[in-house]
């Protein structure tokens, strides 16, 4: 079996954060990557929202995950970084939702990417794009993380690892894109592949007013794996989607970036992904997709 192709679903709290990324890196990360001076770390921060929300990126759980890091990779720089999107300010979020003390904490460097130097790649096949910056630290890393939370998305369904590049793409107002979501996920997805995808599920959220303001819901969850489009199908069904009608992520195994199908590893005593089914209003999430498509515009 291809080790890309399996998924590993574990537990995960904040009191036993520590232990649960141990075990999921020592059965994710095997053979462990020698050699490693830069890990970076892309969390997400849709918006100013609270871990508690279940939206954002909780930065006590990033917490563990970094001493697990520094543990394993002595000497290691390691980067934790966002970017620029339509209606937030990197530095104020890291501010208001804790991750600078966070940093200063854990030993990590946050970096705004928008500020910094990137550089161009061509988009193979490109669906929109035929070329795409991408920051050049993500490209310079022995190591880089796709850290993704596990949440519904009011324009794509789901939000995982696949979607949460789309946040790398460079332009601030990423709203523009909302029409052709799907592809721009594809296209950045072909010039950025993380060496390890790992979603946060301790507070995960619900229904279709993500990727910012759905319902919080608890389930205690990590995923991880090495590839994208295995975790995130991985993801779907837990939510309870079938992976193939998650369109962006349909197109991304189409395009040979993954498989949908995956070997599922879990040390969960009698997991059952019909135990975290999310709530998802369908109705209203094709009548907002169908007004969007006739308006022909980001809506």
């Known amino acids: 079996m291809n080790p890309k192709e399996r998924v590993w679903v574990g537990r995960l709290t904040h009191r036993t954060a520590h232990d649960d990324f141990e075990r999921a890196l020592d059965n994710v990360l095997r053979p ?21 929300s279940g939206a ?20 290691a720089r390691i980067v934790v970084f966002e ?16 991750f600078t003390e966070m940093a200063n904490v854990h030993g990590a460097e946050l970096v705004d990417v928008s500020q910094a130097e990137w550089i161009r790649k061509p988009v193979p096949h490109g669906r929109f794009f035929q070329e795409l910056e991408v920051p050049a630290i993500v ?10 939370k596990l949440k519904t998305n009011g324009l794509t369904k789901m939000s995982g690892c696949l979607k949460n590049l789309f946040g790398v793409i460079r332009m601030k107002r990423k709203v523009i894109l909302h029409n052709r979501v799907d592809d721009a996920i594809v296209d950045i997805n072909k010039v950025l592949r993380p060496d390890l995808c790992v979603v946060d599920g301790v ?15 608890r389930c205690d969850l990590l995923v991880a794996g090495l590839n994208s489009v295995a975790v995130d199908a991985c993801c779907a069904k837990i939510m309870g989607f079938r992976p ?11 395009c040979g970036l993954g498989p949908l199908d995956y070997h599922l590893d879990t040390e969960l005593r009698g997991f059952s992904y019909r135990n975290y089914s999310f709530k998802f209003q369908f109705i209203e999430y094709l009548l907002r997709n169908l007004l969007r498509a006739r308006a022909g515009v980001a809506a």
Do not use: Q
Request: hydrophobic share 45%; proline share 4%; with cysteine.
């Open 56 to 75: 954002t990126t909780d930065p006590v759980v990033l917490g563990a995950m970094l001493d697990v890091l520094h543990n394993r990779y002595a000497g």
């Open 203 to 217: 507070i995960a959220h619900e229904g279709i007013g993500g990727p910012a303001f759905g319902t919080p819901k």
């Open 139 to 148: 490209d310079a890393s022995d190591l880089f993380i796709n850290f993704a």
């Open 32 to 52: 462990v990557p020698a050699d490693v001076r830069l890990i970076t770390i892309k969390i997400n921060l849709c918006d100013y929202r609270r871990a508690e």
């Open 83 to 98: 970017n620029a999107a339509t209606s937030l300010d990197v530095w104020a979020a890291y501010r208001l939702l804790g």
């Open 244 to 254: 193939r009608t998650i369109r962006h992520l349909n197109l991304c195994a189409k």
